[in-house]
Nanobody
Framework: QVQLVESGGGLVQAGGSLRLSCAASGSILSIRRMGWYRQAPGKQRELVAAITSGGNTNYADSLKGRFTISRDNANNTVYLQMNSLKPEDTAVYYC????????????WGKGTLVTVSS
């Protein structure tokens, strides 16, 4: 089994910064990719950023330039640096892990709340 633990969420004023962390543990031999998704009230869950173990990254177009994803493969940890936060960034942020196996099994964290005040 695999467990994902997110941390770093909280309340921040518009224009501020937060850094989210997601640590994976359990039966992990190899990771295909890890990423961050978010879900705001009344909206569908959407991709924020993702990164492969090889370092390839993918960002939502609206967030590129403000958010940066990085990873520490040795510790199975992924980070999301969020700068110049806006009220519309308010959401629950979820960590996702996809294993590099034949099935490509994926796992989700419980989420961490980010609230940006104006």
């Amino acid at each position: 089994q695999v467990q994902l633990v997110e941390s770093g969420g909280g309340l921040v004023q518009a224009g501020g910064s937060l850094r989210l962390s997601c640590a994976a543990s359990g039966s992990i031999l190899s990771i295909r990719r890890m990423g961050w998704y978010r879900q705001a009230p009344g909206k569908q869950r959407e991709l924020v950023a993702a990164i492969t173990s090889g370092g390839n990254t993918n960002y939502a177009d609206s967030l590129k330039g403000r958010f940066t994803i990085s990873r520490d493969n040795a510790n199975n940890t992924v980070y999301l640096q969020m700068n110049s936060l806006k009220p519309e960034d308010t959401a629950v942020y979820y960590c996702r892990l996809v294993l590099n196996d034949f099935m490509g099994m994926d796992y989700w964290g419980k989420g961490t709340l980010v609230t940006v005040s104006s």
